[in-house]
């Protein structure tokens, strides 16, 4: 069974930084990728990056391009999304979220396991 912990939200300032941790219990050999995703108030859950567990090779949405950098830790079993240059739209719960198959796209519903969220608020 596929567990998804996040930790490290928290409160910052426009222009601040923080650090997201997905901590994977569970792994298989079938685990292909794991993506983040973020849920704003009153907004449908968007796809933010994803990362592809063997490759490395990575995926992101046009707005944190350039701000967020994801990655992981196959030792440690954990995804990690550095978030720089945080601005007040990107608050949100974020969430990590395990695939269903041999997928690391935006489409949530090609992933079938999801974190319990991690809330992150940037005050203007």
């Known amino acids: 069974q596929v567990q998804l912990v996040e930790s490290g939200g928290g409160s910052v300032p426009a222009g601040g930084s923080l650090r997201l941790s997905c901590k994977l219990h569970g792994r298989t050999p079938s685990t292909y990728a794991l993506g983040w995703f973020r849920r704003a108030p009153g907004k449908d859950r968007e796809f933010v990056a994803a990362?592809?567990?063997?490759?490395?090779?990575?995926y992101y949405a046009d707005s944190v391009k350039g701000r967020f950098t994801v990655s992981r830790d196959n030792v440690e079993d954990t995804a990690y999304l550095q978030m720089n240059s945080l601005r007040p739209e990107d608050t949100a719960v974020y969430y990590c979220?395990?695939?269903?198959?041999?997928?690391?796209?935006?489409?949530?519903?090609?992933?079938?396991?999801w974190g319990q969220g991690t809330q992150v608020t940037v005050s203007s």
């Open positions: 979220a395990h695939p269903s198959g041999g997928v690391a796209g935006p489409r949530s519903d090609d992933y079938n396991y």
């Open positions: 990362i592809t567990w063997r490759g490395g090779a990575t």
